[in-house]
């Protein structure tokens, strides 16, 4: 994988290609919890959410004006095992950095930390 950087993030075939949409109803003070958008969420507003390619891909979807979901594409490259630093190609997103708690095909859980340019 072109877009790993010494050892790669341990994750389940199942994350890649899914959309991923915070389940905000589950967060804790500093983690995200984030489920495949095929789950069966209680109604809200919107949601954001992501989708990470094995390819070095990444789309993070803020919520759009009429409650859809914004693609806000990017890349990821591994930091070690467990964190991820994200990269956008719009230069007005910052840079940041996901820390994977845990990982499976029904589970992310996730901490962000915006990194400097």
Request: hydrophobic share 30%.
């Amino acid at each position: 994988m072109a877009a790993k950087c010494g050892a790669g993030p341990e994750l389940p075939a199942a994350v890649y290609g899914n959309t991923w949409l915070n389940s905000y109803e589950e967060d804790s003070a500093d983690v995200k919890f984030y489920r495949p958008n095929t789950f069966d969420f209680p109604p809200s507003r919107g949601r954001t959410g992501f989708m990470i390619e094995q390819d070095g891909r990444f789309l993070r979807y803020g919520i759009a004006p009429t409650d859809g979901l914004e693609e806000q594409p990017g890349r990821w490259e591994a930091q070690g095992k467990d964190r991820l630093l994200i990269t956008y190609d719009n230069p007005k997103h910052t840079p940041e950095e996901l820390e994977i708690i845990s990982a499976t095909a029904e589970l992310i859980k996730v901490r962000r930390k915006e990194t400097q340019k």
